[in-house]
């Protein structure tokens, strides 16, 4: 039979893990969302590039690149594309334009990426319709060069890794 000792001491219990319960639940850190804020807005990483307009060394140095790597263009023509697409979208329109696999110039290149006017079409996407490469890695020298055979961690001829 339970008495009235052994009812004070369950109730006891019972408000300390109550206590603690509430303790934990309040000074746990918030959950964090589904998807990060970034993918939220959009499912292209250049979207938010697209907003901010490039900063005249950002311009300067993407010139620079598309010279080194014998891509034509004009000042005015990188400024244009550059605020209208981010940086990376003028510098993919650019070099995409100056392929003559692909036989476009960068205006109707644009005309496609703005897509019916309801929405834009995707990078990738229209990289895919173009047949090209999406990425810009090899033009502003982020690439690194590797490819494959040279990437690090690749064993030489000798079996060693590399680093």
């Not at 292209?44 to 598309?66: G, N």
């Amino acid at each position: 039979m339970m008495t009235r000792r052994n009812r004070l001491a369950l109730l006891a219990a019972a408000a300390l893990i109550l206590a603690v319960s509430g303790t934990v639940l309040a000074t746990r850190a918030p959950q964090a969302p589904d998807e990060p804020a970034q993918l939220a807005s959009s499912h292209e990483p250049e979207a938010e590039s697209e907003d901010a307009l490039p900063t005249a060394d950002e311009l300067a140095h993407a010139a620079d690149r598309l010279t080194e790597s014998g891509i034509p263009f004009t000042d005015d023509e990188l400024a244009d594309l550059a605020g209208r697409y981010g940086l990376g979208g003028a510098i993919r329109i650019l070099a995409w334009a100056a392929d003559p696999d692909v036989g476009m110039t960068a205006a109707a290149i644009a005309d496609l990426r703005d897509g019916d006017g309801t929405e834009a079409v995707g990078w990738g996407r229209l990289a895919k319709d173009l047949g090209v490469h999406p990425g810009i890695g090899s033009i502003m020298g982020n690439g690194g060069g590797h490819g494959r055979d040279n990437a690090p961690g690749q064993q030489d001829e000798d079996g060693a890794a590399d680093d």
